[in-house]
């Protein structure tokens, strides 16, 4: 009897041990208590991930007529790249020299022959601070912008842009609807014809259009 109750006593005993050393194991591998997490985020890795999202959004809010090709942001300025005839022809699609001062009567075209070619004609439209320089492109019998600069709301585009107008109306033109935190730092807007070789840039201040300008690849004088 006394065996029988020494062994059992043993089996209790080395149990006991097991018990206590796989909780000591436990605890070891936990590292003690559990403490509340703490998760660090880096800022500079979520403001580039919501300006990308902002692009996207941009991109996929563009009207289908203004045929976007690219979008990218650069400091304070938002470039579009576009395949839209309003690029080339922002002011109308003029067959002569006259159709065009029809149209714009406020300013006084004047001709030029360009000096690094005299056997070039560039008409000058000028007013007010304003100038559209025009080249006629007799293979599309069509008036081409040279170059050009509006400071005023003497012209208005084919669309109706024109200083003064709103940074969201102006986008509005081109997109569906506008994240105003895309837009907000912005201060220029620079559509790029990916076709021709023409583009425009719209300075704003600081959410009114206030200068507007052409510039293309023509080698002519553009002053």
Do not use: W
């Not at 660090?40 to 996929?60: G, M």
């Not at 990916?194 to 690849?217: A, C, K, N, Q």
Request: proline letters at 2%; charged letters at 25%.
């Amino acid at each position: 009897m006394r065996k029988l109750n020494i062994k059992s006593i043993c089996y209790c005993f080395c149990a006991i041990i097991f018990i206590t050393a796989g909780c000591s194991n436990g605890s070891a591998s936990s590292g003690g208590p559990e403490k509340d997490s703490v998760v660090t985020i880096d800022s500079q890795a979520v403001s580039q991930e919501t300006a990308v999202t902002l692009k996207d959004s941009l991109k996929n809010l563009a009207k289908k007529d203004f045929e976007l090709v690219e979008l990218s942001t650069k400091g304070d300025t938002l470039n579009i790249v576009s395949t839209s005839a309003f690029l080339y022809y922002p002011l109308g699609k003029f067959r002569s020299i006259d159709d065009f001062s029809k149209t714009f009567k406020n300013l006084n075209v004047t001709t030029e022959h360009d000096v690094t070619d005299s056997s070039i004609v560039l008409n000058r439209a000028s007013g007010d601070g304003c100038f559209i320089k025009l080249f006629k492109d007799s293979e599309k019998n069509a008036l081409e912008i040279v170059s050009g600069r509006i400071i005023n709301d003497q012209v208005k585009l084919v669309n109706g842009i024109g200083t003064g107008m709103n940074k969201v109306d102006f986008l509005k033109i081109f997109f569906k609807d506008v994240p105003p935190n895309e837009i907000e730092k912005v201060k220029v807007i620079k559509l790029i014809s990916g076709l021709e070789g023409i583009s425009h840039v719209y300075v704003f201040s600081p959410d009114r259009l206030i200068l507007l300008y052409f510039d293309t690849d023509y080698s002519f004088n553009k002053d």
